[in-house]
């Protein structure tokens, strides 16, 4: 039987099976019309050279496998919470979260990539090969010859029985690579949101009481805030004063004095959260939790700038533009004994989005002019 392409004798069966790895590379690359005229280990097995070209492909891959093992351990454990400029060092480790993760998960795909092309020029069969193109599907004694050009081929880069310390690097930095990969993935699952019961981070905000005390509306910088120090119609962003409260998400809250005389709907339920022109109300869009905060003080609009929601504090932060479904939840205010405004309690009601949305998006809200009971 000879091959339709090329006119070659193709050995029988047996004879095939009787052949070597390399008599059956020779014949399955004769078969494809390759002719290689030269073709074999690149270096004597165990020599100097090739002691020195395995070393170098195992440095790439213990390079990956361990910058994938970094990126994620700092994905898990690096200090990553916000923290504001008055934070010092620990402001620093924040902003060196991103850079980290990007050089060591980074660093793990360009080193195990340089460590392949260090594998195919270093320790792969050195061939210099000659083919004629053709078309069509191979046939049948081609995929079976393939089988022994890819084991020969396995055979003499030495990775069947011999570079134990190249197959164990390669296998650290394909499991670096792959944790590398799944840890971002899977980090979300780590931590249970719920484990702390009714006082869960998704139940409560830093705004409720501590210890039955209240909690004061403090600026970035921990300076409290009294009504004198903010001018009619202005708008100031306040934090809790508990510590590391600028980390919360749903913390800030933003502090409106309106221009007195102002006509004002108050939403059902929610009589007595101002504190006279004062009104507050969380700065967390409940759309997807961009922050609010263009304030246009005639018409009384905020503006999320990531999808153009509006909110109108004229008539309790009720959406009127955009995407957002409800309004923005209102933090009751009053003053301490020394005048500073504090949190008289939580917010009612969900801050932000996510899952609230099930049960209260649809949810109607009523509201009626200051003063009066419609
Ligand atoms: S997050 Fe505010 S409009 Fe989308």
Redesign the pocket.
Same mark, same amino acid.
């Given at each position: 039987m000879s091959h339709p392409l090329h006119g070659m004798r193709i050995p029988p069966a047996e004879e095939v099976a009787r052949m070597t790895r390399e008599e059956k590379a020779r014949l399955g690359a004769a078969l494809d019309g390759v002719d290689l005229v030269e073709y074999g280990e690149r270096y004597v097995p165990g020599s100097p050279a090739d002691k020195r070209a395995e070393r170098q492909v195992v440095r790439w891959f213990l390079l990956s496998g361990l910058l994938g093992l970094l990126a994620a351990v700092a994905f898990i454990w690096w200090p990553q919470q916000y923290q504001t400029a008055y934070a010092g060092s620990k402001q620093v480790l924040y902003a060196l979260y991103t850079p980290i993760l990007g050089i060591t998960f980074g660093g793990c795909i360009l080193a195990f990539g340089i460590g392949v092309i260090a594998l195919a020029k270093k320790i792969a069969p050195h061939e210099l090969a000659i083919q004629e193109r053709h078309i069509g599907m191979s046939d049948e004694i081609d995929r079976q010859t393939l089988g022994g050009e890819i084991t020969d081929t396995g055979q003499k880069m030495g990775l069947i029985k011999r570079r134990g310390m190249i197959k164990a690097s390669l296998a650290l930095a394909g499991g670096g690579l792959g944790v590398a990969v799944a840890v971002p993935l899977l980090g979300g699952f780590i931590k249970n949101p719920w484990a702390a019961g009714p006082q869960s981070e998704l139940w409560v905000t830093p705004w409720a009481p501590v210890n039955g005390n209240k909690v004061r509306l403090v600026q970035l910088d921990g300076t409290p805030v009294r009504p004198e120090d903010i001018a009619a119609g202005a708008l100031v962003t306040v934090y809790p004063a508990v510590p590391d409260s600028v980390m919360a998400g749903d913390a800030p809250v933003m502090l409106f004095r309106l221009r007195p005389n102002t006509p004002v709907r108050i939403r059902d339920g929610q009589d007595g959260f101002e504190y006279g022109d004062f009104y507050a109300y969380s700065k967390i %869009?409940t $759309?997807?939790? %961009?922050p609010?905060s263009l304030y246009e003080q005639q018409t009384g609009r905020v503006l %999320?700038p990531? $999808?153009?929601?509006q909110f109108d504090i004229f008539d309790g932060a009720r959406p009127v533009f955009?995407?957002?479904a409800r309004p923005l939840p209102q933090l009751p205010i009053g003053l301490d004994d020394e005048g500073y405004f504090v949190a008289e309690r939580d917010f009612i009601e969900p801050v932000g989005p996510g899952f609230w949305e099930s049960d209260q998006g649809s949810r109607p809200w009523g509201s009626h002019l200051k003063g009066s009971s419609t």
């Amino acid at each position: 039987m000879s091959h339709p392409l090329h006119g070659m004798r193709i050995p029988p069966a047996e004879e095939v099976a009787r052949m070597t790895r390399e008599e059956k590379a020779r014949l399955g690359a004769a078969l494809d019309g390759v002719d290689l005229v030269e073709y074999g280990e690149r270096y004597v097995p165990g020599s100097p050279a090739d002691k020195r070209a395995e070393r170098q492909v195992v440095r790439w891959f213990l390079l990956s496998g361990l910058l994938g093992l970094l990126a994620a351990v700092a994905f898990i454990w690096w200090p990553q919470q916000y923290q504001t400029a008055y934070a010092g060092s620990k402001q620093v480790l924040y902003a060196l979260y991103t850079p980290i993760l990007g050089i060591t998960f980074g660093g793990c795909i360009l080193a195990f990539g340089i460590g392949v092309i260090a594998l195919a020029k270093k320790i792969a069969p050195h061939e210099l090969a000659i083919q004629e193109r053709h078309i069509g599907m191979s046939d049948e004694i081609d995929r079976q010859t393939l089988g022994g050009e890819i084991t020969d081929t396995g055979q003499k880069m030495g990775l069947i029985k011999r570079r134990g310390m190249i197959k164990a690097s390669l296998a650290l930095a394909g499991g670096g690579l792959g944790v590398a990969v799944a840890v971002p993935l899977l980090g979300g699952f780590i931590k249970n949101p719920w484990a702390a019961g009714p006082q869960s981070e998704l139940w409560v905000t830093p705004w409720a009481p501590v210890n039955g005390n209240k909690v004061r509306l403090v600026q970035l910088d921990g300076t409290p805030v009294r009504p004198e120090d903010i001018a009619a119609g202005a708008l100031v962003t306040v934090y809790p004063a508990v510590p590391d409260s600028v980390m919360a998400g749903d913390a800030p809250v933003m502090l409106f004095r309106l221009r007195p005389n102002t006509p004002v709907r108050i939403r059902d339920g929610q009589d007595g959260f101002e504190y006279g022109d004062f009104y507050a109300y969380s700065k967390i %869009c409940t $759309h997807v939790g %961009c922050p609010v905060s263009l304030y246009e003080q005639q018409t009384g609009r905020v503006l %999320c700038p990531c $999808h153009q929601s509006q909110f109108d504090i004229f008539d309790g932060a009720r959406p009127v533009f955009g995407p957002a479904a409800r309004p923005l939840p209102q933090l009751p205010i009053g003053l301490d004994d020394e005048g500073y405004f504090v949190a008289e309690r939580d917010f009612i009601e969900p801050v932000g989005p996510g899952f609230w949305e099930s049960d209260q998006g649809s949810r109607p809200w009523g509201s009626h002019l200051k003063g009066s009971s419609t």
